[in-house]
């Protein structure tokens, strides 16, 4: 499967911004999914999964009830939504895809990538 990631821009600290994330190539229903994120001079670290089916979800703690990941299989997509955000979300964001298990945060586990969007967060 291919991941395309888009919709990143500059927002100011309080603001929103929904990433989504297009699937091509295979039916985007057999991955479970995953949004990264990686700030310079920082290793990628987890955000949210979901998995296939998207009955399950879970985030990092900084994100909780401010980040909400979802996914429309019907459209092979994948989608962050992200409010109230602050100036620490500023990174290039990733999504992500396993067939094989849900629940892992190690970005070692996934074994397709989108390219990467830019979210810069202004205080």
């Known amino acids: 499967v291919q991941l395309q990631a888009s919709g990143g821009g500059l927002v100011q600290a309080g603001g929103s911004l929904r990433l989504s994330c297009a699937a091509s190539g295979r039916p985007f229903s057999i991955y479970n999914g995953a949004w990264f994120r990686q700030a310079p001079g920082k290793e990628r670290e987890f955000v949210a999964t979901?998995?296939?089916?998207?009955?399950?979800?879970d985030y990092e703690d900084s994100v909780k009830g401010r980040f909400t990941i979802s996914r429309d299989n019907a459209k092979n997509t994948m989608s962050l939504q992200m409010n109230s955000l602050k100036p620490e979300d500023t990174a290039v964001y990733f999504c992500?895809?396993?067939?094989?298990?849900?629940?892992?945060?190690?970005?070692?586990?996934?074994?397709?990538w989108g390219q990467g969007t830019q979210v810069t967060v202004s205080s």
């Open positions: 992500a895809a396993v067939m094989a298990f849900y629940g892992t945060t190690r970005a070692a586990n996934y074994d397709y």
């Open positions: 979901i998995s296939s089916t998207g009955r399950s979800t």
